[in-house]
């Protein structure tokens, strides 16, 4: 079995020969044996109790609270959350930093694509950038709760054509209504849009809005604070106040 010196077991570990001394003297990290001339000799376990013991460092915790966990009956349960605590921790921490690093590329991209650019461009390409999934999931519910409608339009066409019976087909004018006005009411209700003269963010009524000429993400509209009228790029409401 290995043996590991004081400053062998600091280095493996990313610490100094002073701090292993020191968990020596504060009795949660004791040699497993000593040599003929006096020098401490730490053991493989002994090893794995000192990676623990850094672990539970990094983590904050405070020497009497190491002590306290080692000498628990079980302390590898106490420590098994620890890990699990931590490792969720990291997790969210990666996911928000995966998350900037992708909004940091979008503004690159988003500023590659202008010939010259100011603040109010890089603020334009920012609020695009903050609803970009809002809006898609909205518009995916959109779809999802759609495609029952679609489905009763065809079940009623056919039943007319084969059977003959109409009514089904009165039904989904009636559902298709009822629908069709809701969505409406709650897409107009979470956009707004971004005009390209000066950069403000604004709500159109929704008769303007419904009539309006438009392309999946912008409308022809007036801008509210400008008069500007033209293609608006359209953008995250929040909760459409």
């Known amino acids: 079995m290995s043996k590991y010196t004081t400053g062998e077991i600091a280095k493996r570990c990313g ?9 020596d003297v504060r009795g949660i990290l004791i040699p497993s044996e000593l040599s003929e001339g006096g020098r401490r000799l730490y053991s493989e376990d002994d ?3 000192m990676k623990i013991i850094c ?9 009497d609270a ?26 969210d921490e990666i996911h928000e930093k995966q998350e900037k690093l992708e909004k940091l590329r979008e503004l690159k991209n988003g500023l590659k694509g202008q010939a ?32 029952p409608v679609k489905a009763l339009q065809w079940f009623s066409i056919i039943f007319w054509i084969v059977k003959g019976i109409w009514w089904p087909f009165l039904v989904w004018v009636l559902v298709a209504a009822v629908w069709g006005t809701w969505v409406s009411r709650y897409y107009f209700h979470h956009v707004k849009y971004l005009c390209p003269e000066c950069h403000e963010v ?12 438009h392309t999946p993400t912008a409308r022809k509209l007036t801008c509210t604070a400008c008069g500007h ?10 909760d459409g106040k």
């Open 47 to 49: 090893l794995k109790r």
């Open 55 to 63: 672990f539970l460092r990094e983590l904050e915790l405070p020497i």
């Open 202 to 213: 604004f709500k159109p009524t929704l008769k303007e809005a419904f009539w309006a000429n």
């Open 116 to 147: 010259a650019f100011s603040l109010e461009s890089i603020g334009d390409i920012a609020v695009l950038m903050e609803g970009k999934k809002k809006l898609k999931k909205m518009r995916w519910m959109m779809i999802l709760t759609g495609i």
């Open 66 to 91: 190491i002590a306290q966990i080692l000498k628990e009956e079980h302390p590898e349960k106490v420590i098994s959350l620890l890990i699990e605590q931590q490792e969720n921790a990291l997790s």
């Open 15 to 23: 610490v100094t020969v002073r701090t292993v001394q020191y968990y």
């Open 229 to 238: 009228k033209g293609f608006c790029v359209e953008v995250w409401g929040g």
